[in-house]
């Protein structure tokens, strides 16, 4: 069962029904990557559809996806391997019923990408793969080189813009989903780009708000991923699940003093050397697949390097790449690269993990059903089982198309059945309050801060209680405050998506997948081979 906790009022800000604009419509999605995108398409043939996003919808991890998707394409490779290799990486925690659907739906789906435009990458007329690792077979394709996720979504976005009865709503900022009083999602509150408030009314909504790397000071997600979708569901009352599991990517650019960008994969599957400050291979001293371990290892073996050798970061060899080539097949990366000044061919890349992946998410079901009737979820915002414990590479891509899917054909079920939103009044006041109000700007820089430093790649009991009673302090004197701009309320889903996963991550007495804690070193099956879930007390 899950934890329940009262700590979180259930609106951000005041709703008043008879003065705020409304519109009507169908499906409401939140969310325009892979799997909002996906998600608008399938429910589209059912009837009409609002997609908002809070940015435009080259705001996402998926468009900023270098990394491909994996998909069994050919003849040497088998569903069975790919769900061998995906239950393997997941450390026991897997929905396996999850894993054959998303395995076994991939290829159809690939072959429908291809039908609508997707670029991918192609040898001899067809459509090639690469192999990164945890996976046991070359089935990892690509768009454009290191640029698959714009591909992909600059395709479905095509058809979404194509498609009759989707209306699209860029720089719509959800606040809070709309519930009545039987917990019935009907729903959503936002800011729209004008300055002003506005209600939808949706006989379904689906969430898919992507995920929460920017709660750590280190991270290869965009400004965007702030955990709104997670929080906004746990304030409606949605149980929350797995919330301790955000997995790091082993290698992201260090350049003292810029933002962290991904350097894919790829690279290492491809044949690409982790080397130390000293010049020296190390991975083979960590596990027996070296570069090609998966990604919770090769993190804490950089980690763990950084830490021996006293330095901020490691470096990544591709000196013996055919340079050409590496220009041609990582175009991103190779220009990344000589925008600081490094000659691939000649010097090694400074890389070091961050934050990159939210595991956890709202509760779903095999059709994307949340515990909250009439709220679905897809892509990183839900979990869906699929990853486990850790994330296979190029999984994600492909659950947020297969559950994208899901989720709109079940909204139109749902819909279909009769279930319609019933608009009625709705009032909520909130009084002011009379505490010392926090810059929110200091709270958000401090919060990235205290998640590296006690919720990050290596955990502990005491930082981890520690940073649940410095994060309860900030909510003191943010969570009661209304706010009237985005930058307040990311600031409010922030803290309390931290506060979920400090929590998670303190009751998991255990190491498993990307959650390890230094105290409890070893996997304990006998009291963890569990889900953790977290809802909001809602009666």
């Known amino acids: 069962m899950p934890t329940r906790q009262a700590e979180i009022r259930r609106y951000l800000t005041g709703v008043d029904t008879t003065t705020t604009q409304q519109v009507f419509t169908d499906f409401l999605v939140i969310g325009a990557g892979i799997a909002g995108l996906r998600a608008a398409l399938e429910a589209a043939r059912h009837g009409s559809v609002m997609l908002v996003c809070k940015g435009t919808f080259s705001d996402s991890n998926t468009w900023n996806a270098q990394g491909g998707i994996a998909a069994v394409l050919a003849d040497e490779d088998s569903f069975d391997s790919h769900i061998a290799d995906t239950l393997a990486t997941g450390c026991g ?71 009759a009865g989707i209306h699209v709503m860029e720089n719509f900022f959800t606040i809070d989903l709309l519930t009545d009083a039987d917990n019935i999602c009907i729903g959503a509150i936002g800011l729209k780009a004008s300055g002003s408030l506005q209600i939808i009314w949706a006989g379904a909504t689906i ?28 304030r409606a009352g949605a149980v929350l699940r797995d919330m301790e599991f955000m997995q790091f990517h082993p290698t992201t650019l260090y350049i003292a003093g810029a933002s962290r960008a991904l350097i894919t994969e790829t690279l290492r599957g491809e044949g690409a050397i982790l080397r130390d400050a000293a010049g020296q291979p190390f991975m083979n001293e960590y596990h027996p697949d070296a570069e090609l371990a998966p990604r919770d290892v090769v993190s804490r073996a950089i980690l763990d390097r950084m830490l021996k050798t006293k330095t901020t970061h490691v470096y990544l ?20 690269c000589e925008s600081f000044d490094i000659d691939v061919s000649a010097d090694l890349i400074p890389v070091r993990p961050s934050a990159h992946y939210m595991i956890g998410g709202v509760k779903v079901d095999l059709h994307a059903a949340t515990t909250i009737p009439g709220l679905f979820a897809c892509g990183e915002a839900a979990s869906t089982g699929l990853h486990g414990a850790n994330r296979l590479g190029s999984n994600s891509l492909l659950e947020g198309l297969v559950f994208g899917k899901v989720a709109g054909q079940s909204a139109a079920t749902w819909v279909r059945d009769g279930h ?40 502990q009991a005491q930082p981890l209680i520690e940073a649940q009673e410095i994060i309860r302090f900030w909510q003191r004197y943010v969570m009661d405050k209304v706010f009237t701009t985005p930058f307040g309320w990311e600031c409010q889903n922030m803290l309390t998506v931290a506060l979920l996963m400090a929590q998670s991550a303190d009751r998991r007495q255990e190491s498993r997948g990307v959650h390890f804690r230094q105290d409890y070193p070893g996997r304990n099956d006998a009291d963890f081979a569990r889900h953790i879930e977290l809802c909001r007390e809602t009666g």
């Open 317 to 336: 060899d591709i000196r013996h790449f055919d340079k050409a080539h590496f220009r041609r097949r990582f175009p991103l990366i190779s220009e990344l």
């Open 207 to 234: 969430l898919a708000t992507g995920g929460a790397g920017r709660l750590y000071r280190e991270s290869t997600n965009p400004d965007c991923a702030t955990g709104d979708g997670l929080a906004m569901a746990y």
């Open 420 to 459: 319609r939103a019933r608009h009625h009044r709705i009032e909520i006041e909130i009084p002011v309050s009379d505490r010392s109000r926090l810059d929110a700007e200091d709270v958000r820089n401090s919060l990235r801060a205290l998640m590296w430093r006690n919720v990050g790649i290596t955990r």
């Open 93 to 163: 925690l897997c929905e396996r019923g999850v894993v054959e659907r998303v395995v076994k739906e991939a290829p159809a789906l690939i072959e429908e990408l291809d039908a609508w435009g997707t670029a991918f990458d192609r040898v001899d007329g067809q459509i090639d793969a690469t192999r990164e690792g945890g996976h046991s077979h070359a089935r990892v394709i690509h768009a454009r080189g290191d640029s698959t996720g714009r591909g992909i979504a600059e395709a479905l976005f095509s058809k979404v813009r194509q498609a």
